[in-house]
């Protein structure tokens, strides 16, 4: 927001510089003249104190607005981008977004990771076999979550769990 007293205190510098002047043209008195210079040498500087604050309130607002655009392009690039996605459940319970058939344009049938998607992040879930093909995992590489599709012998083989970065 512009700060109005800034700006009205810059008026009020530049009026009273303008009535100094004029006071100071009808003097013939060198000291009550030499008094009024000094008054007005204070009026400049609270003038251009004032037009400085102005001046860095502008810039400060000027980067505000560039922030929000910014951040509305980004918004609406990502409003595209998620509607060419569906909801899929790739086994019981474990659910990620999987590109639509007509939004392909080209590129291979994949799914992003639902977590990253509540982000407006767009990652691409991995596939991972381990323990010599006993054990299915599919995982996002941005967030670490990991879904066990199917296999394992071990107890821990769950059906979520994060991955250690």
């Not at 006071?23 to 500087?45: C, F, N, P, T, Y």
């Not at 596939?127 to 071990?154: A, D, Q, T």
């Amino acid at each position: 927001m512009v700060d109005y007293s800034a700006m009205a205190g810059l008026a009020s510098s530049l009026k009273a510089m303008s009535d100094l002047v004029q006071s100071a043209i009808g003097l013939r008195d060198a000291g009550v003249l030499h008094s009024k210079i000094i008054e007005l040498q204070g009026s400049i500087m609270a003038a251009q104190a004032a037009a400085l604050s102005a001046q860095q309130q502008q810039f400060s607002m000027g980067e505000r607005i560039r922030a929000l655009e910014q951040e509305n392009t980004n918004l609406e690039a990502w409003g595209d981008q998620k509607e060419r996605y569906e909801l899929i459940e790739l086994t019981d319970g474990v659910f990620a977004y999987s590109l639509k058939q007509q939004a392909r344009e080209g590129e291979p049938a994949h799914v992003i990771c639902a977590n990253c998607y509540g982000d407006r992040t767009r990652s691409i879930v991995q596939e991972e076999v381990r323990n010599p093909g006993r054990v299915h995992v599919k995982y996002c590489p941005h967030c670490g979550l990991e879904h066990f599709i199917h296999g394992g012998s071990e107890p821990n083989h769950q059906t979520s769990k994060r991955r250690p970065n």
